[in-house]
């Protein structure tokens, strides 16, 4: 990944000027210029939601009929919706008036408080639970409003918390928010308030060089390059700030080869906030992995012809994709021109929903959808048959760690949430996002059209089969997918929610786009040369997050289960005989609640206070589907306190209502204090009978290769975990399914086929209905 440090802040700053007013904010697909503190977020107006791909098609005895979603209407309000255009009436102007936060409409200048951001504050699931399983009250809605402070000559960003919603000026309140953060503050220093004194600083000294810059590059055009620093800033624990900054190739012009054009210069520097520039530090030029720790030292080097002429990485067909090349390349692979199967869904859609409330019921399952800007998509109160296995299913932070010998890549480490994740969600393409036939939703309060898929995919084997003597019977895979797919700076970022008729559910995460690289310059070590002057970066993608369970009721328990070898001597065996057997261990504190996989080691979450007919445990099995993984590292230089989300591949903790994330989104900031220290977490609490949240991570080793250009590949690149029943029904539950057959009397030549009243289809489909018309494809963006 890739995003810009130093100069974003301009970015911010001229768009709260221009739009700030209206609280509205620009085509998001500007925020991928990364770097700099997010920027305010879209209050957007009530949109409703369409099915593009929707057709109903005539019947005429032989076509087929393709129905929409069933309207429903949800069972409790959606309270973890964001803010609506009511709730948010008149919140700005209310903001305004508050003597006590004293804040400038505008930018205001430099020594001026001004409003940043506002989004739904996520009610208490103390207080939520009251309502949606009796008798209680809807929560209150708050709003975590983000404020900039600058008024006392040290600007901060602060987090305050504003209601009960709508504006009343009777009731309405506002106080500093911290209960939910480790750091029991909202207030956090504003690590770019000097960017544009550095930029002027800096400035200076690239321009001392500007006749080497200008000649260094030879086969590329003059003064065709840009430089971008660390992400996030290098933070040292005496409150310095550095960065250390790469020089790429600009020539492409477009931000998806610019990644793949690194030039073989870096230069640091380090300053403070507190202290203007006579005391900032200039660390030197690095060119051909020789440290030159001024200009001057770098202007006699190169008098003097000690400087190596490389050659430059530059743009080519080989980097491109998309409507900068023809994107296919070579031979046309045989019988290719004919078209590849088609999924169709002859009886159109078979799941349940409430638009408004975003509500969704397929086969059983129930959940309700909330939306952030910087997390995206989440689940809450996930059921099955009105009995809940989940009450929250959210993303929390997505890590992008990089390692290599030059400075750029060693200092980057990309937190995708404090680039607005939610923010990057893409307009899905039909027939390749997602099947022709799903249905697709806008997600206004991600400013996204078409920003969600829903639908069924029959697996490409059975869910079970058995062939006996007489008989064979085989049920369909049938399984309900929600997806959306973020776009991150070069990332493409496709997280996929799986609902499966045996009651398990299953979390993918892919990863495309175009990868960071590195100038091959005697990087062998950390990878391989991929182009001329090129070489993949090796870096960790570690996705985390959260899973409150919740089954039957609150008081839940973890086991891990292993397989270990033993020699056992039985009764009936004169020797011991070489077996293995089952080996149990309660995890009863969060002392011991930091877990990694093995090949033999599973886990469990279940309530003994619920057993089955047979005396077991009822619960939920936790295994991984796909390679995951988590951070390589349980430490870093670039991260420090930020680390310990990513550093196992799971972690249980107590609930409690003040540790909603495992991070935040300003926790860049602040890399030694944070606002939220996940390590905080695991504080000794008894984890035995009690509430529980499960923090997982998805996650990939990757280590780029020539296949990576000009893409790296959704099936190279995924990670997958699946929640399935654990003797928490009686029986297989998928049997309740019509999707199965059984074959009787084969061996008689005339078998009987029952079917259970499902019929297969026999009408019609008309193919060019399912073609999808992209002639209107436009990103997913409101504007």
Request: with cysteine.
């Given at each position: 990944m890739a995003r810009h440090s130093l100069g974003s802040a301009f970015c911010a700053i001229t768009l709260q000027l221009l739009l700030?007013?209206?609280?509205?904010?620009?085509?998001?697909?500007?925020?991928?210029?990364?770097?700099?503190?997010?920027?305010?977020?879209?209050?957007?107006?009530?949109?409703?939601?369409?099915?593009?791909n929707y057709r109903k098609r005539a019947v005429n005895g032989?076509?087929?009929?393709?129905?929409?979603p069933v309207k429903i209407t949800a069972p409790k309000q959606n309270v973890w919706r964001q803010l609506t255009n009511n709730?948010?009436?008149?919140?700005?102007?209310?903001?305004?008036?508050?003597?006590?936060?004293?804040?400038?409409?505008?930018?205001?200048?430099?020594?001026?408080?001004?409003?940043?951001?506002?989004?739904?504050?996520?009610?208490?699931?103390?207080?939520?639970?009251?309502?949606?399983?009796?008798?209680?009250?809807?929560?209150?809605?708050?709003?975590?409003?983000?404020?900039?402070?600058k008024s006392t000559g040290e600007s901060t960003f602060d987090d305050i918390l504003v209601g009960p919603l709508p504006v009343d000026r009777t009731t309405t309140t506002w106080q500093a928010l911290g209960y939910p953060y480790t750091r029991k503050t909202g207030s956090i220093r504003d690590i770019w308030a000097k960017d544009s004194q550095v930029y002027d600083w800096i400035s200076k000294h690239t321009n001392a060089v500007k006749n080497?810059?200008?000649?260094?590059?030879?086969?590329?055009?003059?003064?065709?390059?840009?430089?971008?620093?660390?992400?996030?800033?290098?933070?040292?624990?005496?409150?310095?700030?550095?960065?250390?900054?790469?020089?790429?190739?600009?020539?492409?012009?477009?931000?998806?080869?610019?990644?793949?054009?690194?030039?073989?210069?870096?230069?640091?520097?380090?300053?403070?906030?507190d202290t203007d520039p006579s005391d900032w530090r200039f660390l030197g030029w690095l060119y051909d992995d020789v440290l030159y720790p001024t200009s001057e030292a770098f202007q006699a080097a190169y008098r003097k012809g000690d400087i190596r002429i490389h050659p430059a990485n530059l743009k080519g067909e080989w980097a491109e994709s998309g409507h900068l090349a023809q994107l296919r390349q070579g031979e046309v692979l045989p019988l290719d021109t004919k078209p590849p199967p088609q999924a169709v869904a002859p009886a159109g859609a078979r799941f349940s929903i409430d638009e408004e409330a975003k509500y969704v019921e397929w086969m059983g399952f129930s959940f309700y959808l909330g939306f952030t800007s910087n997390r995206g998509m989440a689940f809450y109160d996930i059921r099955r048959k009105g009995q809940r296995i989940l009450y929250e299913l959210s993303f929390q932070e997505a890590l992008a760690h990089y390692a290599g010998t030059d400075p750029a890549q060693s200092t980057t480490s990309y937190l995708d949430a404090a680039y607005s994740l939610g923010g990057s969600m893409v307009e899905l393409?039909?027939?390749?996002?997602?099947?022709?036939?799903?249905?697709?939703?806008?997600?206004?309060?991600?400013?996204?059209?078409?920003?969600?898929?829903?639908?069924?995919?029959?697996?490409?084997?059975?869910?079970?089969?058995?062939?006996?003597?007489?008989?064979?019977?085989?049920?369909?895979?049938?399984?309900?997918?929600?997806?959306?797919?973020?776009?991150?700076?070069?990332?493409?970022y496709m997280f996929s929610y799986e609902f499966y008729l045996d009651g398990s559910i299953q979390v993918s995460v892919r990863a495309s786009g175009v990868i960071r690289t590195q100038y091959a310059a005697g990087n062998e070590e950390y990878g391989y040369r991929i182009h001329d002057a090129l070489s993949g970066s090796m870096h960790d993608h570690t996705l985390n997050f959260k899973a409150d369970f919740d089954i039957l009721g609150t008081a839940n328990t973890v086991e891990s289960t292993s397989f270990v070898p033993a020699a056992e001597k039985y009764v009936w065996s004169d020797i011991p005989r070489n077996t293995f057997k089952l080996r149990r261990e309660i995890v009863e504190t969060e002392d011991s609640s930091r877990l990694n996989w093995?090949?033999?080691?599973?886990?469990?979450?279940?309530?003994?206070?619920?057993?089955?007919?047979?005396?077991?445990?009822?619960?939920?099995?936790?295994?991984?589907?796909?390679?995951?993984?988590?951070?390589?590292?349980?430490?870093?230089?670039?991260?420090?306190?930020?680390?310990?989300?990513?550093?196992?591949?799971?972690?249980i903790t107590k609930q409690k209502d003040t540790e909603p994330q495992s991070t935040h989104p300003h926790n860049s900031y602040d890399i030694w204090e944070p606002l939220v220290n996940?390590?905080?977490?695991?504080?000794?609490?008894?984890?035995?009978?009690?509430?529980?949240?499960?923090?997982?991570?998805?996650?990939?080793?990757?280590?780029?290769?020539?296949?990576?250009?000009?893409?790296?590949?959704?099936?190279?690149?995924?990670?997958?975990?699946?929640?399935?029943?654990?003797?928490?029904?009686?029986?297989?539950?998928?049997?309740?399914?019509?999707?199965?057959?059984?074959?009787?009397?084969?061996?008689?030549?005339?078998?009987s086929v029952r079917n259970f009243g499902q019929q297969e289809p026999v009408c019609a489909v008309d193919l060019s209905r399912e073609a999808p018309d992209l002639s209107h494809y436009d990103g997913g963006y409101f504007y």
């Open positions: 700030l007013s209206s609280l509205c904010w620009a085509d998001s697909r500007i925020q991928r210029s990364r770097g700099g503190p997010p920027r305010p977020q879209r209050d957007l107006p009530s949109l409703s939601k369409h099915y593009s032989s076509a087929c009929v393709e129905a929409p709730d948010t009436k008149g919140l700005l102007p209310w903001l305004y008036r508050q003597e006590d936060l004293n804040l400038t409409r505008g930018y205001g200048g430099r020594h001026s408080n001004t409003y940043w951001d506002h989004e739904l504050m996520l009610p208490n699931k103390t207080d939520v639970l009251a309502y949606i399983d009796g008798d209680g009250g809807e929560p209150a809605r708050y709003a975590k409003v983000t404020v900039n402070m080497i810059t200008t000649n260094l590059w030879p086969d590329m055009k003059r003064n065709n390059y840009y430089w971008i620093g660390s992400e996030p800033y290098l933070q040292s624990p005496d409150g310095k700030i550095g960065s250390w900054y790469a020089y790429w190739n600009s020539e492409s012009g477009d931000f998806d080869t610019g990644t793949l054009l690194p030039l073989n210069l870096y230069f640091g520097v380090e300053w403070s906030l393409v039909p027939g390749y996002d997602c099947p022709t036939y799903a249905t697709f939703i806008d997600v206004p309060d991600l400013n996204s059209k078409n920003g969600i898929c829903f639908f069924e995919f029959n697996g490409d084997c059975p869910m079970a089969r058995h062939s006996g003597f007489v008989y064979t019977t085989s049920t369909k895979n049938v399984y309900f997918v929600v997806r959306a797919v973020y776009t991150v700076g070069n990332y493409d093995d090949r033999a080691t599973q886990y469990r979450i279940f309530n003994s206070d619920e057993p089955n007919k047979y005396g077991e445990y009822r619960g939920y099995r936790i295994l991984p589907t796909d390679g995951t993984t988590h951070f390589s590292s349980d430490v870093s230089s670039n991260l420090a306190n930020l680390v310990y989300p990513f550093t196992y591949d799971l972690a996940f390590d905080n977490f695991f504080d000794g609490e008894d984890l035995v009978q009690e509430d529980l949240v499960v923090w997982f991570n998805l996650g990939m080793h990757h280590l780029p290769h020539t296949g990576d250009l000009p893409n790296t590949l959704f099936t190279n690149a995924h990670a997958g975990i699946q929640f399935s029943p654990l003797n928490y029904y009686d029986r297989d539950v998928s049997t309740e399914t019509l999707s199965q057959i059984l074959i009787k009397d084969k061996y008689k030549g005339n078998s």
